[in-house]
């Protein structure tokens, strides 16, 4: 798994929540999650504020998902892979693991870990 700077219990919440699995699962994933993707960057300041070390600013991605989600930022921030400075995580719906079930499931992400099922089918692929 690639180094990260959330603390370790947060890194367990996030790796049980995924079950090891990519929780991106954008095209040409390849299923297992090995690094963890802060959704607020870290630049600019991020990591100095309390919630961008909590679970729902962590996503278990693969390698493959990471590289896009930071080439393709329109298309990640559309669909909550990647949250804005001024947005707090845990009030932003992301599309988790967005191929896997061929619908637009958004989720809430929590801090203890856990989702929290939306309403929301917005976003593209």
């Keep these: 798994m690639s180094r990260s700077t959330f603390p370790r219990h947060v890194i367990e919440q996030v790796t049980?929540?995924?079950g090891?699995?990519?929780?991106?699962?954008?095209?040409g994933c390849t299923l297992v999650a090995e690094h963890i993707h802060h959704r607020r960057p870290k630049g600019l300041g991020g990591t100095r504020r309390p919630e961008s070390q909590w679970a729902s600013n962590a996503l278990h991605v693969c390698l493959r998902c990471h590289l896009k989600i930071h080439a393709m930022p329109s298309w990640a921030r559309d669909n909550g892979f990647l949250v804005r400075q001024a947005d707090d995580p845990a009030a932003a719906p992301v599309w988790w693991r967005c191929a896997e079930t061929g619908g637009k499931d958004m989720v809430v992400l929590d801090n203890t870990g856990?989702?929290?099922p939306t309403t929301s089918r917005t976003g593209t692929r």
């Design 16 to 18: 049980g929540r995924s």
């Design 20 to 27: 090891g699995n990519c929780e991106c699962m954008s095209s």
């Design 114 to 116: 856990q989702m929290i």
